[in-house]
């Protein structure tokens, strides 16, 4: 017997992208470098060697960024535990809303979503450095 998804992935996703504040391409290109944002690519490993990341973005696979948040956790990012603005991306921008969503939840904050993801961000202009 098949199974009955009641919700789609397409549902979740506007839901996260409902929940969570976004920020445009061109509002976060001037804060590259900023001392009071991260940006936090949720691409996992193969995508980022692909594209590239955006100068200075910290990794954190959307598969482990629980874990990457949490303080308790064996593989705690330091990174995770600062007073600063947390900017989201994944490729065009569904993965990163329902990660930010999650993040929001755990308690880390403020967080963002890059709007349109990388797909938006290189079709700006926007830098990318390989990893």
């Known amino acids: 017997m098949p199974q009955n998804i009641s919700k789609s992935s397409q549902e979740i996703v506007k839901e996260a992208l409902g929940a969570v504040p976004a920020i445009s391409v061109e509002q976060a290109m001037p804060l590259v470098g900023s001392d009071s ?43 995770f535990n600062q007073d600063k603005t947390y900017i989201f991306y994944c490729a065009s ?33 926007g830098q990318m450095e390989k990893t």
């Not at 990163?96 to 939840?105: D, F, I, L, P, Q």
Request: hydrophobic share 40%.
């Open 37 to 79: 944002h991260v940006f936090v690519d949720l691409r996992d490993g193969t995508e980022q060697a692909k594209t590239g990341m955006i100068p200075g973005a910290l990794a954190s696979s959307r598969g482990m960024m629980e874990f990457h948040i949490d303080p308790k956790s064996p593989v705690h990012k330091a990174e």
């Open 93 to 125: 921008g569904g993965r990163s809303a329902m990660a930010a969503r999650v993040a929001t939840e755990m308690g880390l904050k403020p967080v963002v979503n890059l709007s349109g993801g990388v797909g938006a961000w290189k079709k700006a202009g």
